[in-house]
């Protein structure tokens, strides 16, 4: 065992195909040295490192559809992500993974329809499930994206979302809390944006990805929808170290957030008390 982690502790060498940035993020292309593609699921992280400074987790924002090279978004935050969020097309990254056992639920899916919702940088994992999803659009039903930015210039692929929306039967709910004078749509929290969306319960999944405190009411709206626990999924952010399972640094009870999850069915995080604490709707809101 111990040989199979040092495998999986080795970075393999990716190059960096193109870097663009915007005031909040830098979106990267990258592609391994040998050539193969990444094989993820869509959900689904990988520990980036800069060689001289660390390594940090970040979701995969590209569809294993598209395997080429694969995409990050990562918003310069730290020690890492700063290094990160300055490298240039051609320079060096170490990759490891993809890692995660819980990733999108991509069968349970199937012909059923679908709601996203997003919150700040939460849309880059879904990003990738958005391009897996149009790629195999027949597979699917309706699709219904809802996205909270803090502002107008802290929107993720504002570009992108106006061909998403020409998809058709993709809906897009975009929000900003802090719109500026230029801003013509909706404001408010990513949660008021989902309480104007109709769903027919029994055939609609959700997945959600952003900021812990986002998810409690997140869930408090999805539950007043009907929506079952069991067709609820979170994708959580924790601090990894190993990402691998090994340091127990991502521990909530008894699972590794970094190997059984980042994806979670709402029903099984409401097993552990410690999620509990988190993400339970209030007992005493309606
Ligand atoms: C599964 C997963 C997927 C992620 N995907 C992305 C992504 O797609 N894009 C992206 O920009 N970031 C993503 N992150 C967050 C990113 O990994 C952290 O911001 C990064 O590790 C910070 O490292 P640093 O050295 O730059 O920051 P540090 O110097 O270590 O810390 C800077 C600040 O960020 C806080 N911080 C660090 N890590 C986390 C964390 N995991 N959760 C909350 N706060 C943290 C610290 O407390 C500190 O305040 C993801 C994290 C996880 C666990
Ligand atoms: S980060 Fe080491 S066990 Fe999850």
Not at 38 to 44: K, T
């Amino acid at each position: 065992m111990a040989g199979d982690t040092a495998v999986f502790y080795v970075p393999d060498r990716a190059r960096v195909i193109t870097a663009r940035r915007e005031p909040s993020a830098i979106f990267l292309e990258i592609a391994f040295e040998d050539g193969r593609a990444l094989n993820h699921q869509p959900g689904q992280f990988v520990q980036v490192s800069v060689f001289g400074y660390g390594e940090a987790p970040i979701s995969i924002c590209s569809s294993p559809t598209r395997p080429e090279s694969f995409d990050l978004c990562v918003q310069p935050k730290g020690n890492v992500s700063r290094v990160i969020g300055a490298l240039c097309p051609g320079e060096w990254v170490g990759i490891r993974g993809p890692y995660g056992r819980g990733h999108f639920p991509l069968e349970h899916m199937k012909n059923k329809d679908i709601l996203l919702v997003a919150g700040g940088i939460g849309i880059a994992p879904l990003r990738g499930l958005i391009h897996f999803l149009c790629d195999n659009r027949k597979e699917y039903e309706r699709l219904l994206v809802v996205y909270g930015a803090r502002s107008p210039s802290d929107i993720l692929f504002g570009e992108e979302m106006e061909q998403w929306a020409e998809n058709p039967g993709l809906d897009l709910y975009l929000t900003v809390d802090k719109p500026d004078r230029s801003w013509q749509g909706r404001t408010g929290v990513v949660t008021e944006a989902l309480k104007e969306i109709k769903i027919d319960p029994g055939i609609t999944i959700a997945a959600a990805c952003g900021p812990p405190v986002m998810f409690r009411f997140i869930a408090m709206e999805l539950l007043k929808k009907h929506l079952l626990e069991a067709h609820i999924y979170f994708s959580l952010e924790r601090r990894f170290k190993c990402g691998i399972g090994k340091c127990g640094h991502c521990q909530l009870n008894d699972l590794y957030v970094c190997r059984d999850g980042p994806v979670f069915r709402y029903s099984d995080l409401l097993k552990r008390t410690e999620a509990v604490e988190v993400w339970a709707p209030e007992k005493d809101q309606d």
